[in-house]
């Protein structure tokens, strides 16, 4: 079960209200790892109503990441053919951008989750932006993931999302669970909450990891 998300999906709810109405945004969740972002985006989706169309995609944490990886999956989701090779050289980007705007906008009000963007590779950051400067016209609500910790990849997210007009972006936060979540959790788990909590000295990440153990 969620717990202690109830602000956060009532946020969400209105921003969805908002695309479904033609007025859509980007909506990052920020949470350090662990801290419930993806079990948000989770509850969020099993929420919608069938008639709703969603298309999911994730970066993933390769050295080298394939460019426009999370625009593949959207296009699998969407039924949409991607040229086949998504080079440099043999693809124009601005027309395949503009494209992947209007097949999704075809779609009628959308959702698209793009997970874990702080994996992003250049040419995924440069669609979110080309995206973002043009999403309040559309019924498109775009649900960002990632994390915020100190690396390279935070702040390249926060860079781009920066170059985004602000009224078209909202942030929200996915805080540390509280002792007593910890411990309910913990108790649904059989385990010693106590220790757990004191255990992660406030780290989500090990919380989960302690919880799994
Ligand atoms: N609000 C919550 N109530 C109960 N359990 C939760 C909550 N949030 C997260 N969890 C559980 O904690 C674990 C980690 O959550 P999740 O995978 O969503 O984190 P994350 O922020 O997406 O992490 P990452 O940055 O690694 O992707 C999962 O097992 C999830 O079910
Ligand atoms: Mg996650």
Sequence with gaps: ML??????????DALLADAIGGRGRIVVVLGEA?????????????????GLTMLRSACEDLSIPDPLGPLHDLARDA??????VLDDRQVQRLPLFSEALDVFEAKGPCLLV?????????????????LGRRIANT????????????????????????????????RIDVPLLS???????????????????????????????????
Excluded: C
């Design 3 to 12: 717990l202690e998300r109830q602000p956060q999906l009532q946020q969400m």
């Design 34 to 50: 662990g801290a419930g972002k993806t079990a948000l985006v989770e509850a969020f989706a099993s929420r919608l109503d069938d």
């Design 79 to 84: 039924h949409w053919e991607l040229p086949r």
């Design 114 to 130: 793009i997970e874990d963007l702080h994996w992003a590779d250049d040419a995924t950051l440069d669609f979110v932006r080309f």
């Design 139 to 170: 019924h498109i609500l775009l649900l960002i993931t990632a994390r915020t910790d100190r690396s390279e990849g935070q702040m390249r997210v926060r860079r781009a999302l920066g170059e985004i007009p602000a009224g078209n972006v909202v």
């Design 179 to 213: 002792e007593s979540a910890v411990l309910s959790l913990a108790a649904t788990a059989e385990r010693d909450g106590e220790a757990i909590y004191r255990a992660s000295a406030g780290n989500a990440f090990f919380v989960t990891e302690l919880l799994a153990a």
